[in-house]
C-alpha cells in the first residue's frame, strides 16, 4: 500500500494493561486527574497523530479494586481537551444504547463546532448488565437488538447532524469497533473509521477486506472506510530490554482481576483449574453463541485455537487486557511491525494503546513516530486542522435507515 | 449588614459563533468581577452549543461554572456523571440548574413509562433530584487508594452504589469518577421555572434558588433548611442600589445578570456596570480556586 498511515493514540486510562497504573513510571492515580489526558492530548499533537481516543462505559468497572478504569464523562473531557489544543482528532465513545439520538446528536455537534471540526463519535452498543441496571434495565440488551438500536441511532444522528449544517468539517466522524457478525455490519454499513482487533496478519487482511466488502454491498466506495488496527506497544531501548518490561508488566497484573476477566471472557470460572493446565477447548461456545463484547472473545478464541495455552501462558499473553496484538521491541523494530502490516494492507492505520500511560506514550511519540517520519510513512505536519483531514476522508454517502429509535425495548 | 456578594453571568443558549465569542470576552470579565457563569440550555432542534459541552470548554477558564438541563433531555446517570466529571475537574467549582420538565426518551424507553402519562411532575423531579443526589456521593475520593505495591487500586467497600428504585427511574450506579464531598456538584433550582419547584424547597438536596427579577421565595412552612437565593438582577438601571439591596437580604447568596432580551446575548458579560459594580466593593472577588460550596456558604437553617 502506498501513501502513509493514521495513528490514534488510545488513552485508555493508565494503560492497555491490567497492572498498568502499578507501574513505577507513572504516579499510580495519575489517570483520575484531566491533567493526564490533556497532556498526553498535547503531547500526541506535537508527534501530528490524527486524533486521540476515549474507550468508555457507562458503568463502574467491578475489577476497580484490582484496576483503575474509565472515568470521565468523555463529552466533558474531549471538551477540556480541545480547549488546550488546536489539531488534533477528538474521538470519544458514546453508548447507542444508553443515549438519546437527539440529546447526543446536539451534544457531539457542539463539541465538533467548538473544536473546529474534529470530532468523531465512536459507537458501541455497551455489553453488560452492569451498564444496563444504571437505565432501568434488569439485565443486558439482546447482542443483535443492540446492533439493530444502533443503526437506527447513528442513522438518526448523522440525519440530525446535516439537518444542522454548522460542522467545519462536513459532518463528524463516525466510527465503529465491533468485530462481532453484527458488529461488522454496522461498521460496513455506518462506519467511517474501523477499530479493528486483530492478532495475525491474516486476520488483519481478512478484516479489511471483509469490512470493504461490506461497505461495498451498501453501495459505498471502497476507500471511504479507514480500518485501524489495535496495536499495544512495548518499547526499550533494546530487544532484551523490551521483552524484559513485557515481563514486569505480566508480573504486575493483580492474578485475582486477571483470572476474574478470563472467566468473565471463556464463559466459565478459570479458578477451577491449575494456572499450568491447557485451556479446555471443547468448554468454549462458538463466537456468534456467546454473549457480551463478541470481538475479544474471538480474539481469545482464535489465539487459544492456535496456541494450545496454559491458563498461565493465556493470562501471559493477555496481559490482562482484552486481546489486542502486542508489539514487544526496540522503536524500530515496532515502527518494522507497524510499517509490515500497513504494506501489507492489512491497516490503514493504528490505534495505538501504549503499555503504560503516560510514560510509554512519550516512548512512543518521541521514538518511533521519528522513524515512521524519516521513511515516509506518517506526515511531519498536519496539512489541515479537522479531524477528516487528517484522515483523509471527505464527507462521503452512508445509507442510512428511516426507520425510527424504538421507543421500547 | 450586607456583604460582598459572587456575581452570576447567566449566558443564554449559544452558537458556535458566540461561544468562541464568549472564550474570547471571559478573561476581561472574570478580571472585572465575575465569579461564574450559569449556561443556559437551549431548546431541541436549532444550533446552539450543549453547555455541558461547553462548560468542559471553559473549565480552565477561570470562573465556575453551572449548566441549565432539563430532566425531559437527560438521563439521570448521564447527566450526574457528566456533572460529576465538571466538579472533579474545576475543584467542585461546578453545578447544574435544573429545569423537572419531564421524563427524558432513554428512560422512558427502557423503564416503558409514556412521557406524556408523567403528569405530577413535582414527583418526578423530586425523584430525579434523589438519584443526582444519590450518583453524586455514590464513589467517595477515599475509595481510590492506589496501592501499586500491594496491587489494591481502590476499596470497593467504600462505594456506594445507589440501587435507586423509584417509580420512574431505576438507577443502579455508582458513578466511575471519585468525588470529594466538598466538590460535590452544586444544584440549583428556578423560581418561576419548572412546575413545583416551591414543592421541593424543602428537598435537602437543592442548594440554591434562582429568583425572578427583584423577588425572594418564599419557603413552606415546617421547611428545615433554605436554600441559598441567587438574586435575579432586574433589567433597570439603578443595578448597584439593587445588589446592595439583595445583599441586605438575609439568604441572598449570589447576584445573577443575563443581557435584557433582544440584545447581545454577551452583553450582560461585557457591560461596563460589573466593574462599577466590583469598584464600589459590592462583588466578591478573588475566590477563583476555592469550591462553590464554600463560596456561597451553608444552607440557612431555619429556626424551629
Known amino acids: 500500500m502506498t501513501g502513509q498511515l493514521h495513528l490514534n493514540v488510545n488513552i485508555l486510562n493508565a494503560g492497555v494493561f491490567g497492572g498498568s497504573w502499578r507501574h513505577p513510571e507513572n504516579p499510580p492515580l495519575s489517570s483520575y486527574s484531566s491533567e493526564h489526558y490533556v497532556g498526553i492530548a498535547r503531547a500526541a499533537e506535537r508527534a501530528k497523530l490524527d486524533a486521540v481516543f476515549l474507550a468508555d462505559g457507562p458503568a463502574l468497572d467491578p475489577d476497580l479494586r484490582y484496576r483503575s478504569g474509565n472515568s470521565f464523562e468523555p463529552t466533558v473531557n474531549l471538551a477540556q481537551i480541545a480547549a488546550a489544543t488546536q489539531d488534533i482528532g477528538l474521538i470519544g465513545t458514546l453508548s447507542s444504547s444508553y443515549n438519546d439520538p437527539e440529546e447526543i446528536a446536539g451534544r457531539l455537534a457542539s463539541l465538533d463546532e467548538l473544536s473546529g471540526g474534529r470530532l468523531g463519535w465512536n459507537v458501541v452498543t455497551t455489553a453488560g448488565a452492569v451498564a444496563a441496571r444504571n437505565f432501568g434495565r434488569d439485565t443486558e440488551p439482546e447482542h443483535d437488538s443492540r446492533y439493530e438500536r444502533a443503526a437506527h441511532v447513528v442513522s438518526r444522528v448523522v440525519s440530525a447532524w446535516d439537518a444542522r449544517g454548522t460542522s467545519p468539517q462536513g459532518r463528524p466522524v463516525v466510527v465503529q469497533a465491533g468485530g462481532s457478525t453484527a458488529g461488522s455490519q454496522l461498521a460496513g454499513r455506518l462506519g467511517e473509521v474501523i477499530f479493528s482487533a486483530a492478532q495475525t496478519l491474516e486476520e488483519g487482511l481478512a478484516f479489511r477486506r471483509s469490512i470493504r466488502d461490506i461497505a461495498a454491498s451498501f453501495g459505498r466506495d471502497r476507500a471511504s472506510v479507514v480500518i485501524l488496527p489495535g496495536v499495544s506497544t512495548v518499547i526499550a531501548s533494546t530487544e532484551k530490554e523490551a521483552a524484559q518490561r513485557r515481563a514486569e508488566l505480566s508480573e504486575l497484573v493483580p492474578w485475582p482481576y486477571a483470572t476474574k476477566r478470563l472467566s468473565a471472557q471463556l464463559g466459565f470460572d478459570v479458578s477451577d483449574y491449575d494456572p499450568d493446565d491447557r485451556v479446555p477447548q471443547d468448554r468454549l461456545p462458538d463466537p456468534d453463541a456467546a454473549g457480551g463484547a463478541q470481538t475479544f472473545y474471538r480474539l481469545v478464541l482464535g489465539y487459544i485455537r492456535r496456541e494450545n495455552p496454559t491458563f498461565r501462558g493465556l493470562i501471559n499473553h493477555l496481559g490482562g487486557g482484552a486481546g489486542h496484538r502486542i508489539s514487544v521491541g526496540t522503536p524500530e523494530q515496532v515502527a518494522d511491525d507497524l510499517a509490515a502490516w500497513f504494506h501489507a494492507g492489512a491497516a490503514d492505520g493504528f490505534n495505538v494503546m501504549p503499555d503504560v500511560l503516560p510514560s510509554g506514550f512519550t516512548e512512543f511519540a518521541e521514538q518511533v513516530v521519528p522513524i515512521l517520519q524519516q521513511r515516509g510513512l506518517f506526515r511531519r505536519e498536519y496539512a489541515g486542522s479537522t479531524l477528516r483531514s487528517h484522515l483523509g476522508l471527505p464527507v462521503s454517502f452512508l445509507p442510512l435507515t428511516d426507520a425510527a429509535v424504538a421507543t421500547s425495548w | ?304
Do not use: C, K
Open chain 2, 1 to 304: 449588614m450586607s456583604t460582598a456578594l459572587p456575581l452570576f453571568v447567566l449566558v443564554p443558549p449559544l452558537t458556535a459563533f458566540d461561544a468562541a465569542r464568549l472564550v474570547r470576552e471571559l478573561p476581561a470579565a472574570v478580571d472585572a468581577g465575575v465569579a461564574g457563569l450559569i449556561l443556559r440550555e437551549g431548546p431541541a432542534g436549532p444550533a446552539t452549543i450543549d453547555p455541558s459541552v461547553l462548560a468542559g470548554y471553559l473549565v480552565d477558564s477561570g470562573p465556575a461554572l453551572i449548566v441549565e438541563a432539563h430532566t425531559s433531555r437527560h438521563a439521570p446517570y448521564n447527566l450526574a456523571r457528566r456533572l460529576q466529571s465538571l466538579a472533579r475537574i474545576t475543584g467542585g467549582r461546578a453545578g447544574v440548574l435544573l429545569q423537572g420538565d419531564g421524563l427524558d426518551p432513554l428512560t422512558s424507553t427502557n423503564n416503558g413509562n409514556d412521557p406524556a402519562t408523567v403528569v405530577d411532575r413535582e414527583s418526578a423531579t423530586a425523584e430525579y433530584l434523589a438519584v443526582l443526589d444519590a450518583l453524586w456521593s455514590s464513589f467517595p475520593e477515599e475509595a481510590l487508594l492506589g496501592d501499586a505495591a500491594a496491587g489494591i487500586f481502590a476499596n470497593p467497600d467504600l462505594v456506594r452504589p445507589p440501587n435507586f428504585a423509584g417509580s420512574l427511574y431505576r438507577v443502579a450506579g455508582a458513578l466511575n469518577i471519585p468525588l470529594q464531598a466538598a466538590h460535590r456538584p452544586l444544584l440549583a433550582l428556578e423560581a418561576a421555572g419548572a412546575d413545583g419547584a416551591a414543592g421541593l424547597l424543602d428537598t435537602a438536596t437543592i442548594d440554591a434558588i434562582l429568583t425572578e427579577p427583584s423577588s425572594s421565595v418564599h419557603t413552606p412552612a415546617g421547611a428545615s433548611a433554605r436554600p441559598a437565593q441567587w438574586h435575579r438582577l432586574s433589567a433597570g438601571i439603578d443595578l448597584l442600589e439593587e445588589i446592595t439591596a439583595a445583599a441586605g437580604r438575609p439568604g441572598t447568596a449570589a447576584v445573577v445578570r443575563e443581557s435584557p432580551v433582544g440584545t447581545d446575548p454577551l452583553a450582560a458579560l461585557t457591560s461596563p456596570f460589573i466593574r462599577a459594580a466590583r469598584d464600589a466593593g459590592l462583588l466578591r472577588l478573588g475566590d477563583s480556586d476555592i469550591p462553590l460550596r464554600q463560596l456561597l456558604g451553608p444552607r440557612e437553617v431555619v429556626a424551629a
